[in-house]
């Protein structure tokens, strides 16, 4: 299968579930531009059936290969990317995993038992990818109770497993070539910037700036019946030449540690 099948799918989901980063592409493409991903992201746990490595396979039988390996001490995670071994315009993919043996019993408890609920077959299949909320119907008591522990644990118990964002390539934007004018085209516009340690993170030293939005809120149905909690968000990524005149490709850790608090829950303005 062609990997750009992959990332249609994918595409289509995260745009159904989240009709504010649809806005921002159709914004985009409004001005003129030409939208290239930059990169995906999916979130999981450490757990042997479905870590990164699992959810990497459908990406390594369709081109793909390991090229970096990221560690989050604060967030307790870690993480792989991949990129696909000859198409340059290939997305990179970017899989993190939470280390569960650092947190409480209670907590470890309550994951492993949805993992454990998981349809097996799933487990070996191409689908996993695009499965979402593969366990019984979340809830709140159960997302708030995690998320004391992990904003990432209570994320991945209520989504599972999708796109977790899609990154807007600013490199190859042509009027928006800079992340300052990324940011404040899309404050114009109503979207509000995690700005945790500032809202551009990374510097063109590191060959690397990113910035993103804070997820969109979206209804979730719960068991309690149903609840507005943060769901997806856009990410936005400019790259910078090597002294060499090669693009940098990789991630910066200490840049994206504070940008996996996007999804973090947040009071909802208005
Ligand atoms: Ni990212």
């Not at 994918?10 to 592409?25: A, E, Q, R």
């Not at 369709?62 to 970096?68: A, D, P, S, T």
């Not at 800079?178 to 030293?205: A, C, M, R, W, Y």
Request: net charge negative; glycine share 4%.
């Amino acid at each position: 299968m062609d990997y750009k099948k992959v990332f249609e799918r994918l595409w289509s989901d995260y745009i159904d579930t989240n009709p504010h980063v649809k806005k921002i592409y159709d914004l985009f493409t409004a001005e003129g531009e030409v939208v290239i991903n930059d990169h995906i992201a999916f979130r999981t746990f450490n757990d042997a059936s479905i870590n990164v490595d699992v959810l990497a396979k459908v990406f390594l039988a369709n081109g793909y290969e390991h090229k970096g390996s990221y560690t989050f001490e604060s967030k307790h995670l870690f993480a792989k990317h991949y990129e696909h071994k000859t198409d340059l315009l290939a997305p990179r993919v970017f899989i993190s995993e939470l280390i569960l043996e650092n947190f409480s019993r209670d907590f470890q408890h309550v994951i492993k038992k949805e993992i454990a609920s998981i349809d097996k077959k799933l487990l070996f299949s191409d689908e996993l990818i695009y499965a979402g909320n593969l366990w019984n119907k979340p809830s709140f008591a159960v997302y708030e109770k995690l998320k004391k522990e992990s904003e990432y644990a209570a994320w991945v118990y209520v989504f599972g497993f999708r796109a977790n964002h899609f990154t807007v390539s600013v490199t190859d934007l042509k009027k928006y070539d800079s992340i300052e004018k990324v940011n404040s085209f899309l404050k114009q516009n109503g979207f509000i910037i995690n700005n945790i340690d500032g809202e551009i993170k990374g510097t063109p030293e590191e060959l690397l700036e990113q910035s993103s939005i804070k997820s969109g809120f979206i209804d979730v149905n719960f068991e309690e019946g149903v609840r507005e909690i943060p769901s997806c968000y856009y990410e936005f990524a400019k790259r910078y030449k090597d002294k060499d005149g090669k693009l940098y490709s990789g991630f910066i850790a200490k840049s994206a540690d504070k940008i996996f608090e996007s999804t973090d829950f947040y009071e909802k303005q208005g």
